[in-house]
Nanobody
């Protein structure tokens, strides 16, 4: 059974850091393009950062550039998101997604989207985790 599980969320103050993890079982993440997405109540899921299966290609949405770093450890079958200098506007449920082959196009387009559901992109992923909550107090 395939599972993709996020962890590492929590409640922090503005300016602090968190590292999110996304660990997979039943599949090898080295074969997948991966991404982090976030969603707040009443808004659509939006792209935060994505990384290619080989780890060479990355993308960050403008609001997190210079503060967040995405990485993969294929030996641990885990995706990470290092989040520094957190801001209250980073508060959201954070999800990881995996896609390969033709579905990778959905992931990379979703990574650049602020409205992945209405754009018809969320359903194109191979796998989604259930999310981990990040709350940043001011």
């Amino acid at each position: 059974q395939v599972q993709v599980v996020e962890s590492g969320g929590g409640l922090v103050e503005a300016g602090e850091s968190l590292t999110l993890s996304c660990t997979a079982s039943g599949l090898s993440l080295e074969d997948f393009d991966m991404g982090w997405f976030r969603q707040v109540p009443g808004k659509e899921r939006e792209g935060v950062s994505c990384i290619g299966w080989g780890g060479a290609g990355t993308y960050y949405t403008d609001s997190v550039k210079g503060r967040f770093t995405i990485s993969k450890d294929n030996r641990k079958n885990t995706l990470y998101l290092q989040m520094n200098n957190l801001k209250p506007e980073d508060t959201a449920m954070y999800y990881c997604a995996a896609a390969q082959f033709r579905r990778s196009s959905y992931l990379w387009r979703a990574c650049r989207s602020f409205a992945t559901e209405s754009a018809g992109l969320s359903g194109g992923m191979d796998y989604w985790g259930k999310g981990t909550q990040v709350t940043v107090s001011s």
